[in-house]
């Protein structure tokens, strides 16, 4: 331990150059060394290699099309673990990028949580940090006290306890979507280049899924309307066909000289029609149209003559 109280490593390395009659060593030689900061370098240079490694397996998920909510959680636990930060958090910009959420969060067994609190915060609020998002920059605070943070930030982030951070924009059909951050809430941290340019790739591996779910989305309710356009061909069909048929026996009973019989036959038919169109409206009702729409394999056309009552 170091006089000032704190932690170091050392390496002590000797040799006994002489001894008494008894073999006790009286005399020797050796070094002392203070060694803590090449053995930080090493746990960091570790951390940072078996993040890659760990990266590299996210990154494959997201490739591979799984659920980006799971892997963007699955992202923050393990990068916030790896990285020994305090907090990880996504956040998404709304309503015309007046406002940003918090979407996402990790936090460390002893950081509260701040998600909840984190909602409808005004941009105008953080605009110096949404300026860096718009401008593409990272933030990179080593040290809440430096002069260069703006106030306003931290008069933000003290409060959470925040003592360090590094914020990534993303940005998602080169519009900016949000930003990924990671808190340290235990003094200063320096950042490394190397975590930071594995984070960098898989922000910007997020930012891929995320554009390439937009555009999946897309074609869904493209092929959604496409359904549902032609299911409005086929019931305007349907309805068509009696509607003729009653409009046709109106007529006929608008001319004079129709006797009783010819009468009663027509409102026959009509009442068959209105029958049928009543039974076709009970069928739609009972459908559950876009509940048995099966978009995986094509799109469905009801038949709503052989559709269940």
Not at 29 to 47: D, F, S, V
Not at 233 to 249: G, M, V
Not at 250 to 261: A, F, H, S
Request: a negative charge; aromatic letters at 8%.
């Amino acid at each position: 331990m170091h006089r000032q109280g704190h932690y170091i490593w050392v390496f002590d390395s000797g040799k006994v150059f002489e001894r008494d009659e008894e073999g006790k060593p009286i005399r020797a030689a050796g070094i002392h060394l203070e060694i803590t900061e090449r053995k930080r370098q090493e746990i960091q240079n570790r951390r940072v290699s078996n993040f890659v490694k760990l990266s590299k397996g996210i990154m494959q998920k997201l490739v591979n099309g799984e659920d980006i909510q799971f892997v963007i959680n699955e992202l923050l636990e393990k990068t916030g673990q790896y990285m020994d930060v305090s907090r990880a958090y996504l956040f998404k910009y709304k309503e015309n990028h007046t406002k940003v959420d918090n979407t996402h969060e990790w936090c460390n067994d002893d950081v509260e949580s701040q998600i909840d609190v984190l909602q409808d915060i005004p941009v105008e609020e953080i605009q110096w940090w949404h300026q860096k998002m718009e401008q593409g920059n990272m933030i990179f605070i080593s040290d809440i006290k430096d002069t260069s943070v703006p106030e306003s930030i931290r008069d933000i982030l003290e409060p959470q306890g925040i003592t360090a951070l590094l914020a990534i924009p993303m940005y998602v059909n080169q519009k900016l979507y949000g930003f990924m951050g990671f808190d340290v809430i235990r003094g200063p941290r320096y950042w490394l280049f190397q975590e930071v340019a594995t984070l960098k790739n898989l922000v910007d591996t997020v930012s891929h899924a995320v554009e390439r779910e937009g555009i999946e989305k897309e074609k869904r309710e493209l092929e959604k309307m496409k359904t549902i356009n032609q299911l409005a061909i086929t019931i305007a069909h349907e309805f068509n066909n009696p509607l003729a048929i009653i409009k046709l026996r109106v007529d006929l009973l608008k001319r004079n000289g129709m006797n009783p019989e010819k009468i009663e036959k027509s409102l026959e038919t009509v009442s068959e029609q209105v029958f049928r169109m009543s039974d076709l409206v009970d069928k739609l009702m009972k459908l559950e149209i876009l509940k048995d729409l099966d978009y995986a394999n094509g799109i469905k056309i009801f038949d709503l003559k052989k559709a269940a009552s």
